[in-house]
Structure formats: C-alpha cells, structure tokens
T-cell receptor, first 113, second 116 residues
Framework: DSGVTQTPKHLITATGQRVTLRCSPR?????VYWYQQSLDQGLQFLIQ???????AKGNILERFSAQQFPDLHSELNLSSLELGDSALYFC????????????FGEGSRLTVL | GENVEQHPSTLSVQEGDSAVIKCTYS??????FPWYKQELGKRPQLIID?????GEKKDQRIAVTLNKTAKHFSLHITETQPEDSAVYFC???????????????FGQGTTLQVKP
C-alpha cells in the first residue's frame, strides 16, 4: 500500500459525459501528480500541483481540468468524454517536487462507451 | 518538448541471464532519472533512481548507468528471476527545488519476460 488513495477504482460512462476522479495523497505529501496510461502506452504526464497551486503542465486536454484543495486532496475532472479517453488514470504524490520518489495510487480505470 | 525514448519495447530472457533496457532523453537540463516497475494490473513502483551528478548506481541485482553527454541511461538487471517479469519504465525530469516543479516524463515502457 503506497498510502495514496484513488476513487473510484472503476468507472464506466458514455461519450459526452463528465466524470471526476479523486485522489488523496500520502500524509504529509504536498505534491500531487496526475498521469494517464492508455492501453499499451506509457504514462503520460497530465498535471502537477504543489500545496494547492498548479506547478507543471503536460499534454492535458482542454476538456480536462484539475485542482488541489486545502486539505491537499486533488480532483481530476474529465468532460465531454470521448472513446479515446478510456484509460487508467494514476495519481501520485511526493513530499516535495524537486526530488525523490513518486508514490502512485492504484489508479482509476475509466471506460467510455 | 521533452521526450524520453525507451528500447526495447519487449524483452525476453532466460532465467539467470542479464537484461538491459536503454533510454534516451531530449532535455539536456534533465537531472533526475528514476526507473519504475509495473506488475500486471498494479501501480508503478520505484526500483532505482540516479541523479545527474552520478554516473552509476547499484542496488543488489539492479544497476543504472547515466551518460549525460550522450543523454542516455540504462537499467541493468543481473541474474534475472521470473518475478522480475513486469513492465519497466524509465523517466527523466528537470526538477527545480526553488519552484517546487517536477515534470517527470516517462518512456513508453519495456515488457520484460523472464522464462523459467
């Protein structure tokens, strides 16, 4: 157990819909990262937050947004869903941002039908 | 933008043999290079990492080498065992401590199969 909690574990929805994925980082970790892992693909960096503020952005679509709340949990919002958005979405956390290990959650598997 | 290329995409070895996975990165400012192992259906987990001020690091059967001039780094697994079978990801980041920014870019992954 990494200490990073993601909900839901599985989610099935239809095209055009909107979903929210939730992540609680390890106790004491200030940084939260979101990654997308599609079938047979690597881990695509989406976005990073540090202590409530956005710090780095990757290839995140405009239909996607995220935020980190004062209690340090984070949410990833995916809207106007398309079939290609089906993937495993990982959240990871770390104590700070400049060095060290990322601790990944178990992921949220999104299926868009 | 930043890019990390990883080869091979699949690797099959006999138990006891060595396995080598290679990665190249594009951002010359990258200074942190971790390797993650992802077993089927599970989350990625860090197995070893190296920083830009070090050329080689070893931890039991696992070693990583870094060539900053050539912008490539490699993972070496010796005496492979069936439980080493997994997907391995290299990654690179240009982390800035003062700004608390760390954009970890992953390679595409290598599926390692160790045959008993």
């Amino acid at each position: 157990d990494s200490g990073v909690t993601q909900t839901p574990k599985h989610l099935i929805t239809a095209t055009g819909q909107r979903v929210t994925l939730r992540c609680s980082p390890r106790s004491g970790d200030l940084s939260v990262y979101w990654y997308q892992q599609s079938l047979d693909q690597g881990l695509q960096f989406l976005i990073q937050y540090y202590n409530g503020e956005e710090r780095a952005k990757g290839n995140i679509l405009e239909r996607f947004s995220a935020q980190q709340f004062p209690d340090l949990h984070s949410e990833l919002n995916l809207s106007s869903l398309e079939l290609g958005d089906s993937a495993l979405y990982f959240c990871a956390s770390s104590v700070n941002s400049n060095t060290g290990e990322l601790f990944f959650g178990e992921g949220s598997r999104l299926t868009v039908l | 933008g930043e890019n990390v290329e990883q080869h091979p995409s699949t690797l099959s070895v006999q138990e006891g043999d060595s396995a080598v996975i290679k990665c190249t990165y594009s951002d010359s400012a990258s200074n942190y290079f971790p390797w993650y192992k992802q077993e089927l259906g599970k989350r990625p987990q860090l197995i070893i990492d190296i920083r830009s001020n070090v050329g080689e690091k070893k931890d039991q059967r696992i070693a990583v080498t870094l060539n900053k001039t050539a912008k490539h780094f490699s993972l070496h697994i010796t005496e492979t065992q069936p439980e080493d079978s997994a997907v391995y990801f290299c990654a690179a980041s240009n982390s800035h401590g003062s700004s608390n920014t760390c954009k970890l870019i992953f390679g595409q992954g290598t599926t390692l199969q160790v045959k008993p």
